[in-house]
């Protein structure tokens, strides 16, 4: 559990109190319920991370909604995009391990998380992980029309473990994930993907392997 649900759960609790003591005590079911839906949106889930040489894992779970080809400073590079609903866990976990390179939170607008403008437009973290074999990786959190807050937990110098957690989009958002072309990409528009736990692709390994 995310400390933010307990906060929130609690605060709700108490207006619920207020309401049952100075008014119609029916009333304090509203925020009675909504504190259970905080708590159980902020849940932070257990995963079984992949040990699998060079393997990306999803940093949240959802929908994968894109895949495909960009540029990025004149050089190709393959972009994996997941749409979180209200109703998927927010708690985002680091694609692979390495060390975080540079981090960079850019303001902006809050456009539906499905609509691709919203990944160079919106409100977003960008973070950049060099991988234990040296391969660039851009992890993407994206807000979209409810989301309203992002929340990264590292700094650049940091090392993180696969599947380590790493932060937090509050309600409905995007996630991308930008990887180096000879990354071998296991997933497909619809499917969906657990965060941590679900491989999106494999990178070559320091041995040639893929």
Known sequence: MIRDGIYYALALVVVAVLIGIWT???????????????????????RAIPSTPGAVV????GKVTGVSTIQIEGEPRTSISIFLNVFNVHVNRSPAA????????????????????????????????ITEDGYPIIFKQIAGLLARRVVF???????????????????????????PVSAKVLVEVGNIVKCGSSTLAVLPTAQGES
């Not at 939170?105 to 437009?121: D, F, V």
């Not at 380590?164 to 958002?173: D, V």
């Open 98 to 129: 390495g060390v975080i390179s540079a981090v960079e939170y850019r303001h902006g607008k809050y456009l539906n998380a499905m609509n691709p403008a919203s990944a160079e437009l919106n409100e977003q973290n960008i973070c950049t992980l």
């Open 58 to 61: 999803s940093p949240a779970d």
């Open 24 to 46: 119609t005590p029916s009333l304090a079911i509203v925020p009675l319920l909504l504190a259970a839906f905080f708590l159980w949106f902020f849940r932070d889930p257990e």
């Open 153 to 179: 937990s590292r700094r650049a110098g940091d090392r993180v473990a696969r599947g380590e957690r790493i932060g937090l989009i509050k309600f409905g958002s995007r996630c991308d994930v930008i990887l």
